[in-house]
Nanobody, 114 residues
Framework: VQLQASGGGLVRPEGSLRLSCVAS????????MNWYRQAPGKQRDMIAN???????TYADSIKGRFTISRDNADNTLYLQMDSLKPEDTATYFC?????????WGQGTQVTVSS
């Protein structure tokens, strides 16, 4: 499974961005897909989680501002990020768990600054 993330960039506080992650190479639907982020000098943390048939969960730090979704027809995972704050500045990674293995995208940088 290969994951290709895109959509990062520089945005002002209170702005919006939408990240995309295209998955390829899976023969079946990927049940679990996640977004992580890692700020400089900090650990990589899961911020949003989508499990087919079970629903979505969010870290408290982004709840109410970010929305995870997916389009299974296009094998694409999204992260809609609204009301962005400077503390959201990080590299964002998509992640998939497929048939017992874990896969990572290459990361996309999000910088929130005025």
């Amino acid at each position: 499974v290969q994951l290709q993330a895109s959509g990062g960039g520089l945005v002002r506080p209170e702005g919006s961005l939408r990240l995309s992650c295209v998955a390829s190479g899976s023969s079946f639907t990927i049940n679990t897909m996640n977004w992580y982020r890692q700020a400089p000098g900090k650990q990589r943390d899961m911020i949003a989680n989508d499990i087919s048939g079970f629903g979505r969960t969010y870290a408290d730090s982004i709840k109410g501002r970010f929305t995870i979704s997916r389009d299974n027809a296009d094998n694409t995972l999204y992260l809609q990020m609204d009301s962005l704050k400077p503390e959201d500045t990080a590299t964002y990674f998509c992640n998939a768990v497929y048939r017992g293995n874990e896969y990572w995208g290459q990361g996309t940088q999000v910088t929130v600054s005025s």
